[in-house]
């Protein structure tokens, strides 16, 4: 009896498997074949057990032939599913400074990676996205990562824009010669916590800024606060000035201004005439104490409130630094103080003009004669007032407002002891009254 009937193939497989890379998965099946006849055979199948299968549908064709000849078949398929959906890669949270008012740029990187995806397949979308104008305050980006197969994977993380202010500044007034200090202050915008950086430009020659601290950190929604001082050297002379100061962090900078004014006064002066010693401009401490006792008693005319009779003291100062230019004190620094009584004149009163009687009393080789009592006396031979020539043998009388306009007047000289007669015996003047006298020197040996 003949064999007619083909062998019966099985197949036994699992579908659908989970790729396990981006080429698919290896898959292993059992195929079997019997024969009424031939009893077991080996199927002979493709692709073969433990192969890889590509993702998507695959089907297994195995077959196997009895003896007789007779060959039976079988087929199965197996889906190679992609059900993982791919693993975001995101920033930390991202903290910026705004740049502008509508906030601040911002780039920042997203990856994701997939077990069973060329990277390159993968799909990833973000809002807002990179380099989008954030806003002042916290903003959250969320990101979306997709595969071919369509599984997603979703993540955010925050943008924060965030801002400084410089708060106004008040006005800093610094006499001559000396320091004074104000206040900068730093405010803290959307939450802002950095350290800002401080720093001042706009000040003459002669004037530093410094700041303590040199940098402020507000904390979030607060501020800080640091000492803006203005130094000034002997040489700076009354004026007004504006400071801009400038607070930086990251390449972010605010700006406020700080109105400095310069101001005078005698004991102002009087500190600068020592500084100015300190320097060596002014190299005779007799000179300078000359000069300062003038100071003084301008304050001590002030406190009278003998104005006129400051601003003659003044006069007199400027004159005897005019006298000891190039000799005593050096050209600029003698500008200088002249510079600053002439201010201090001006702020006594704008209208005034000074009118002191001044002179000097020296050796016939030039030398000043210190100790020397001057005499003023009208036609009737009373005495106005007296003066003594300083260590320079300069003098002056301030109180010239006793004196009669048209009137005539006479300075006589009485020389210390050791000294011959002084030349001439007197100088006779007729009084302007809205003008200073300057008398010729009275010479002795
Ligand atoms: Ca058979
Ligand atoms: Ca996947």
Wanted: glycine share 10%; proline share 6%; with cysteine.
């Amino acid at each position: 009896m003949k064999d007619t009937t083909p062998p019966v193939v099985t197949i036994s497989v699992a579908s659908p498997v989970e790729a396990t890379g981006p080429s698919g998965a290896a898959v292993t099946y059992a195929a079997t074949a019997t024969d009424a006849v031939s009893g077991s055979l080996i199927p002979t199948c493709a692709p073969a057990s433990g192969s890889t299968f590509a993702l998507g549908t695959t089907t297994i064709t195995c077959s196997a032939t009895d003896t007789a000849g007779n060959t039976g078949s079988a087929s199965a398929t197996v889906v190679v599913e992609d059900k993982t959906a791919p693993t975001l890669s995101l920033p930390a949270n991202i903290t910026a400074v705004a740049t502008s008012a509508s906030g601040a740029v911002v780039t920042y990187a997203v990856s994701a990676t997939d077990p069973d995806n060329d990277t390159a397949t993968l799909t990833i979308s973000c809002s807002p996205a990179s380099g989008s104008t954030f806003p002042a305050g916290v903003t959250t980006v969320t990101c979306t990562a997709s595969d071919p197969a369509g599984n997603t994977s979703t993540g955010s993380f925050q943008v924060a824009v965030v801002d400084f202010s410089m708060g106004p500044i008040s006005p800093v007034t610094v006499p001559v010669g000396g320091t004074a200090s104000t206040s900068v202050t730093v405010n803290s915008v959307s939450g802002f916590d950095s350290a800002v950086a401080l720093s001042a430009s706009g000040a003459p020659a002669g004037v530093s800024v410094t700041f303590n601290p040199t940098s402020v950190t507000p904390t979030s929604g607060g501020s800080a606060s640091s000492t803006l001082a203005v130094h000034l050297s002997p040489m700076v002379t009354p004026t007004t000035f504006t400071l801009t100061v400038t607070g930086t962090f990251e390449g972010v900078s605010h700006t406020s201004t700080a109105s400095v004014t310069v101001t005078v006064s005698s004991p102002a002066i009087a500190d600068v005439v020592g500084q100015l010693q300190l320097a060596g401009c002014i190299d005779n401490a007799g000179v300078a104490n000359a000069l300062t006792a003038k100071l003084t008693a301008e304050q001590g005319a002030i406190g009278g409130g003998n104005t006129k009779t400051a601003i003659n003291i003044l006069s007199a100062f400027t004159d005897q630094v005019r006298a000891q230019t190039g000799k005593h004190i050096t050209a600029d620094c003698a500008m200088v103080l002249m510079t600053d009584a002439r201010s201090l004149i001006d702020g006594l009163a704008v209208s005034a003009t000074p009118n002191p009687i001044t002179g000097s009393v020296r050796t016939a080789s030039g030398s000043g004669v210190a100790g020397a009592i001057l005499t003023l006396k009208d036609t009737a031979g009373t005495t106005v007032a007296t003066a003594t020539t300083d260590i320079t043998g300069f003098y002056f009388f301030a109180t010239t407002g006793l004196l009669t306009p048209g009137a005539t007047y006479t300075v006589t000289v009485t020389v210390p002891v050791g000294f011959t007669a002084a030349s001439a015996a007197g100088q006779t003047f007729t009084w302007p009254g809205g003008a200073e006298v300057a008398l010729a020197d009275f010479t002795t040996a």
